[in-house]
């Protein structure tokens, strides 16, 4: 849904879903570093499946932001489940440095994600980094930093940027996520008034959610909507469906580019009047 994304947004987003190569063509496990990224194999091999999060729905979160300075900070909170492991990118394009300079990087960003439990994961805290790239744990030397749990708990995670060095600001970045399942809780919950009559048709309507910029409404004869759910996207908050008789839930929820928030409370509706169907005369050739 990003029509014309960043380069730092390419970048994360492939970075993102890369994966590790180790332990490599030799099959030894001390030919890559169990260090990672590191000089070796970088961030590992590109993998479409994981970089654009096929196999479920929310698997996927992105952000891009219009630039940060010196001392600025940003932050995102995600709703995260547990089940795979939960990687965060961080990538930026940086401002062009001064040939011969000691160091490349000029602006310098900390990718930083604050566990349920308090506890503060740097970007790059287990990369094998060069003498000089690293200050207080944090990565001095790279325009790209990656966190990685790989067994999430269930909970909110901040995912938060720092400019730890901006010479030449505002500096943009992008972000990706990568997770069982990921819910943006900027994105509130839509509330689905109570459904009435017993159609076939049914008409639904809900207030519009600040940021949203599309909605995704689900309709199932289960309850938990483990079975025979269809969906449809509206860009608008309402949408008119026709239903053959029988009893339904439906749910919807609230979307933008970056990703979707929690589903709202489900309402049931009971359909009893059969939907009409026109029949069109079968027409024989000659």
């Known amino acids: 849904l990003h029509a014309t994304p960043s380069a730092a947004l390419l970048k994360a987003l492939l970075l993102n879903g890369a994966a590790s190569v180790r332990p490599g063509q030799y099959a030894t496990a001390d030919e890559i570093p169990s260090a990672w990224p590191n000089e070796v194999e970088g961030w590992g091999r590109a993998t479409i499946g994981d970089t654009v999060g096929l196999g479920g729905d929310d698997r ?22 547990a089940g795979e492991p939960l990687r965060v990118t961080l990538a930026w394009t940086d401002y062009p440095g001064a040939p011969g300079a000691a160091k490349a990087l000029v602006n310098d960003l900390d990718l930083q994600v604050i566990a349920p439990g308090g ?4 970007g790059n805290a287990d990369a094998n980094l060069p003498d000089g790239c690293r200050s207080s744990g944090a990565d001095r030397c790279n325009n790209a930093e990656v966190v990685e749990l790989r067994a999430p708990y269930s909970g909110i995670y901040t995912v938060r940027v720092y400019g730890a060095s901006v010479p030449e600001g505002p500096q943009p970045f992008a972000l990706a996520a990568r997770g069982t399942r990921i819910l943006d809780m900027s994105l509130a919950a839509p509330a689905l008034p109570p459904i009435t009559g017993d159609g076939p048709a049914i008409a639904l309507q809900w207030d519009a959610v600040p940021g949203a910029t599309y909605y995704r409404v689900q309709v199932s004869p289960s309850r938990g909507f483990t079975s025979d759910v269809s969906a449809e996207v509206v860009t608008a908050p309402q949408l008119s469906t026709v239903l053959d008789p029988g009893t339904y839930y439906v749910r919807v929820g609230a979307c933008s580019a970056s990703g979707c928030g929690e589903y709202g409370v489900a309402q049931v ?9 026109a029949f069109l005369p079968e027409v024989w050739g000659p």
């Open 119 to 122: 506890a503060v994961l740097l």
């Open 269 to 277: 509706v009971t359909v009893s009047v059969v939907p009409e169907r």
């Open 60 to 81: 996927v979160w992105l952000k891009e932001h219009s630039g940060l300075l010196g001392g600025q900070a940003e932050e995102y909170a995600l709703h995260v489940s």
